[in-house]
């Protein structure tokens, strides 16, 4: 809707008390129906998910896995809203291991420990990717953690370098 | 805030100035102050993620890989922002042609073949059908200007051949978003 004054004045001619009253009462009526669409604004935007939270990643390997151990540096924490969804994305290149029936369990944990998430990656030629979890996990500071577990008897590594980089992402996904 | 006028003038009565002033200054006060929300309302969805940016899918068989190639049509170029943050994503699914114990290596690189990321995947038994899918991820803060990334596939492990297994009912794809500040 475009403001619109109904009533312009000339120079010479009185000006009309009512016609004055007119003018103004368009530009308040106009004002204020942008103020409720300025309050809508507000509301949609909110409802918008938020994006980015968290990110970090590591180039580094990490071997010596014969147990269910954290991975190095592949920890956030963030602080969540009420009622909101986040999606946490582990990624990692490979797990390999010395024995190549072995299997590695890729985690997405909370600070505790507690899986919330969890990906099976064989190790005979070496193998990665992507595990992720959407979670509503409520109000406060929230941590989570990427962890890998060795199934089987060998020695597991997680694969890492520079070109070839693994990392955990949190991303708020809306309401 | 609602927008309220002070003054109301009558009939047949000579007009304050001042009056009319002041009418003008309320209106002044209050669109000043919803010019100020507006920017902050720009400002707020600036920080939103912007979402896809760039996607190709690719629906062909493309066998015979035994040395790193390009995966056929998965190159995308869009127009990055500063300081913004962006998701790369690749996906196919493969299937070794000849023997057991091959990986691929599916890679994203920039337009110069440079690798930016990998994932490794055991392609499993040879000639197992649909065989296993690979997805590679980055994030990336590339900076300002046009940026290209491309999906590579390198025969890795054992020797022999593998192949990227895509179809109308399995596309492989490369998808670049926006995820924010």
């Known amino acids: 809707m475009a403001l619109t004054i109904p009533n312009r004045f000339f120079p010479g001619t009185l000006v009309d008390a009512d016609q004055m009253n007119a003018n103004f009462d368009s530009v308040v009526a106009y004002a204020n129906s942008s103020l409720e669409t300025v309050a809508t604004h507000n509301s949609d935007i909110a409802l918008l998910p938020k994006g980015k939270m968290g990110y970090v990643q590591v180039t580094a390997s990490q071997g010596s896995i014969t147990t269910v151990v954290d991975l190095t540096s592949l920890t956030l924490t963030f602080t969540a809203l009420a009622s909101r969804y986040y999606r946490v994305t582990g990624f990692v290149f490979a797990f390999t291991s010395t024995v190549s029936t072995d299997r590695c369990d890729f985690s997405i944990t909370d600070g505790a420990g507690t899986r919330v998430q969890r990906g099976g990656f064989m190790c005979a030629a070496g193998s990665g990717g992507v595990v992720q979890v959407v979670l509503q996990p409520g109000a406060g500071s929230k941590t989570y953690k990427l962890r890998a577990e060795r199934v089987g008897t060998g020695t597991i590594t997680m694969n890492s370098d520079a070109t070839s980089p693994c990392f955990i992402l949190i991303e708020d996904v809306g309401l | ?181």
């Not at chain 2, 979402?51 to 390009?70: C, H, L, N, P, S």
């Open chain 2, 1 to 181: 805030m609602a927008l309220t006028i002070t003054n109301k003038f009558s009939f047949n009565t000579v007009t304050d100035a001042d009056k009319v002033n002041t009418d003008f200054a309320d209106i002044a006060t209050y669109l000043n102050a919803s010019i100020d929300t507006g920017t902050t309302h720009n400002s707020d969805v600036a920080l939103l993620p912007k979402g896809r940016m760039a996607y190709k899918q690719a629906t062909v068989f493309q066998g015979g890989i035994d040395t790193e190639v390009d995966v056929d049509g998965l190159s995308i170029t869009f127009t990055a922002l500063a300081n913004r943050y962006y998701r790369i994503t690749g996906f196919t699914t493969l299937v070794a042609e000849s023997v057991v114990g091959i990986r691929v290596d599916l890679k994203i690189t920039d337009g110069s073949n440079t690798q930016l990321a990998r994932v490794g995947m055991d392609c499993g038994t040879a000639g197992a059908g649909v065989g296993v899918e690979a997805t590679v991820q980055l994030i990336t803060q590339p900076g300002a200007g046009s940026k290209t990334y491309k999906l590579r596939a390198l025969r890795a492990g054992a020797a022999g051949t593998l192949a990227l297994n895509d179809a109308d009912s399995a596309p492989g794809f490369i998808l670049a978003e926006d995820i924010g500040l």
